[in-house]
Nanobody, 126 residues
Framework: QVQLVESGGGSVQPGGSLRLSCAAS????????MGWFRQAPGKEREAVAI????????YYADSVEGRCTISQDNAKNTVYLQMNSLEPEDTGMYYC???????????????????WGQGIQVTVSS
């Protein structure tokens, strides 16, 4: 089992920045990929960014490309999502997720991920 705890969410004005953190604990050595997902009210959960734990390869959704950076600190078992130039459309619950599956490429489907955090709210509003 892997436990994931998100932090760093909150409210910000359009154009602002936030950094989300995801602290992982438990059987983290079996994790192959970590991801950030989000879900707006009335919408399906969608991938924001993923990172492969073995080599740090990253993939981003088109909607956040150039505005977000996912990174990992293996010593701290923590994954980060730096979000800049935030837009109202970025509002939603943000979830951290971990996969035990051998994946490749932009594996954005939530079904690929085995463990999920409880989620944290991000609100972008003036």
């Amino acid at each position: 089992q892997v436990q994931l705890v998100e932090s760093g969410g909150g409210s910000v004005q359009p154009g602002g920045s936030l950094r989300l953190s995801c602290a992982a604990s438990g059987e983290t050595r079996n994790t192959t990929c970590m991801g950030w997902f989000r879900q707006a009210p009335g919408k399906e959960r969608e991938a924001v960014a993923i990172i492969y734990t073995s080599d740090g390869t990253t993939y981003y959704a088109d909607s956040v490309e150039g505005r977000c950076t996912i990174s990992q600190d293996n010593a701290k078992n923590t994954v980060y999502l730096q979000m800049n130039s935030l837009e109202p459309e970025d509002t939603g619950m943000y979830y951290c997720a971990a996969s035990r599956t051998v994946l490749s490429g932009p594996a954005f489907a939530p079904v690929y991920f085995d463990y999920w955090g409880q989620g944290i709210q991000v609100t972008v509003s003036s």
